[in-house]
């Protein structure tokens, strides 16, 4: 059963006015479709947030009174502001009650892919919601996908999901919404110093080994310069 909403027409339109609008927890929108020239109206933020608090969400048909007319409608989109993600327009949809409409469903992940733990991974969903098509009686709170036998080589396509009856998927089927991901770090194999042009490996590492040993061997040569005797000295005994 539709969910009743009333709103108010004859709004006055441009930014300010939006802006005293939200400023009074009225949300600026407008109702189109089926033909109708579109009508500006405003709805209350709270009356907005109950007619949509239900299982369906955003996808709630809603018995829309808009001034002495009503009708059956549902939200197409809103816009919300980018900081405070509340709600700052409304756009709704005049609808038919037995036609076939596009709609934005989610998509939820359920079961535990064992075999994917086993060996690290975890599962990941590419999207949050999917693109259907559905009368507005047949229109489903959400799209469940079992992930329950995945393992780490496998993914889950849109065509492979399975649609309540009379719900039909909009997209290209080859689309994945479902894989897998790796939790492991592999360790990075060492790289060897690239020989220099002209140069033979083996004479590269001679001469990295000759670099090595001039190295190791400038403390004791420091060492011996150190036991020499001061200018005017005597030896020691």
Do not use: C, W
Request: no cysteine; aromatic share 2%; charged share 20%.
């Amino acid at each position: 059963m539709p969910t009743a909403l009333k709103t108010q027409v004859g709004r006055a339109l441009g930014s300010a006015a939006a802006r005293r609008l939200l400023a009074q927890d009225q949300i600026p929108g407008v109702v189109y479709g089926h033909g109708m020239t579109p009508v500006a109206v405003t709805v209350d933020r709270k009356d907005l947030r109950v007619a949509l608090s239900g299982p369906a969400g955003l996808n709630t048909v809603l018995e829309l009174h808009v001034g002495s007319d009503t009708y059956p409608a549902i939200v197409k989109e809103v816009q919300r502001d980018p900081v405070k993600r509340i709600v700052r327009h409304v756009d709704f949809q005049q609808i038919s009650l037995t036609e076939l409409i596009t709609v934005h469903v989610p998509l939820h992940v359920k079961g535990v892919a064992k075999a994917v733990l086993a060996e690290g991974g975890l599962v990941d969903p590419v999207v949050s919601s999917i693109d259907v098509r559905a009368t507005a009686a047949n229109i489903p709170n959400e799209i469940t996908v079992d992930v329950t036998n995945m393992t780490m080589n496998s993914v889950v396509r849109l065509g492979d999901l399975v649609m309540p009856q009379g719900v039909s998927i909009v997209g290209d089927p080859e689309f994945v919404v479902v894989t897998v991901v790796s939790t492991k770090v592999e360790e990075a194999a060492p790289v060897a110093a690239a020989p220099v042009e002209g140069e033979t490996p083996a004479e590269g590492a001679a001469a990295a080994d000759g670099a090595a040993a001039a190295e190791g061997a400038a403390p004791a040569a420091a060492g011996k310069g150190d036991a020499k005797p001061a200018a005017g000295g005597k030896p020691s005994k």
